[in-house]
């Protein structure tokens, strides 16, 4: 049978109001009490009910996770798959439920958030994704709701986390120039979004820094499509390029896809890098050089953050901004360029 309130008050010798304080965190009671309760607790098996602590706090335990793409877009991007563990983690932990809401397409995005902050069905909420031009960030803030953008907002009053996504795209960039890279493409990520923008901001800087101009650009959307697309565009109309970075590893792989159907072995003809480090980038043939960001961790510590504002265990400070940081992990889909191996004559 399971154990109560009343169950765990007798045990500890104490009031079920005293055990009460003690699992909602209320400083009300001296550490001694807050101890034979919690052990208490523990030797019974005590699980408190989260519904009935919602109610007692007028909160409903639940967090919005909004992504402003389909599901088919996001169920087919193994970069969500990874987020989401992140953000699992602390929701169970935590004893929180997670509202995931996706959208059948673009223009229900402001239904979405009108559901959410009307109806006050989540207590705060995670946005993934928002594109720079979005109206509905001043809607969460205009709701008074706690809120939290992964990805970078340039707002000065807006609490979000990110990585260096500048940095990671100018390493990316760095790798192929030191290998001897001079005539390198870029297939871009959907600039709506500032990751995108930030990431060719870098990739330009380090080709800049080396005298260079960059070769093509295709603009993407961080698709496998997109990159199939790309590479094929990048390819057919500039066959002198030696190699092409990509915003995401799906266009990696779908330009190492590509490149391959046109006849290009990878990296002996082309060399290609991405910016993600999914799990497949582990895993393809050949393995995937990318730019690796810790999108579990994203997940992990934004979730941290909206409970943390939910439950006033901290105060930050307004438009408080967290960037982590990405790092180049080299594989097998980059090398020297096929002129510096063999002589220009023999390509």
């Known amino acids: 049978m399971r154990a109560t309130i009343s169950d765990v008050a ?64 996001v169920f087919s991007d193994p970069y969500f798959a990874e987020l989401l563990k992140g953000i699992c983690t602390v929701i169970a932990r935590e004893d929180y439920f997670l509202v995931l809401s996706l959208l059948t397409g673009v223009e229900d995005f402001g239904r979405v958030m009108t559901g959410l902050i009307n109806q006050r069905r989540v207590d705060g909420v995670i946005m993934v994704c928002t594109a720079r031009d979005s109206e509905e960030v001043a809607r969460l803030q205009t709701a008074n709701i706690p809120f939290t953008l992964i990805g970078t907002c340039y707002l000065p009053e ?36 500032e ?22 650009v295709y603009p993407g959307d961080f698709t496998q499509a997109a990159g199939v697309a790309g590479a094929r565009h990048v390819l057919q109309n500039n066959p002198e390029v ?9 266009m990696a792989h779908g330009a190492m896809s590509a490149a391959r159907d046109l006849g290009y072995s990878i990296p002996h003809d082309l060399s290609i890098v991405g910016f993600d480090d999914i799990p497949l980038s582990q895993e393809s043939e050949p393995k995937l050089t990318t730019v690796r960001q810790p ?20 105060d930050p400070a307004e438009g ?17 360029p096929r002129e510096l191996k063999t002589g220009r004559d023999n390509w």
Request: proline residues 1%; hydrophobic residues 40%.
């Open 195 to 216: 990751n995108a923008v930030q990431r060719y901001k870098g990739f330009q800087r380090a080709l800049t820094e080396a005298g260079c101009q960059v070769a093509d």
């Open 295 to 314: 999108i579990a961790r994203l997940g992990f510590l934004a979730t941290e953050r909206i409970i943390a504002m939910i439950e006033d265990r901290e």
């Open 242 to 250: 030696t190699a092409i970075a990509c915003a995401s590893d799906l």
């Open 158 to 193: 807006v609490t979000s986390i990110d990585v260096d996504n500048e940095h990671g795209a100018y390493l990316a960039a760095r790798h192929l120039l030191d290998l001897g890279h001079r005539r390198i493409a870029y297939i871009a990520g959907d600039m709506r979004y």
């Open 10 to 73: 007798r045990r500890a010798n104490v009031s079920t109001a005293t055990v009460s304080y003690v699992l909602n965190g209320s400083q009300r009671v001296s550490e001694e009490t807050r101890a034979r309760v919690l052990q208490a607790a523990k030797e019974l098996g005590y699980q408190p009910n989260a519904l009935a602590r919602g109610l007692v706090k007028n909160q409903t335990r639940n967090i919005g996770l909004v992504i402003p793409r389909t599901a088919e877009y």
């Open 320 to 336: 408080d901004k967290q960037v982590l940081q990405t790092e180049l992990v080299v594989r097998c889909s980059t090398a020297r």
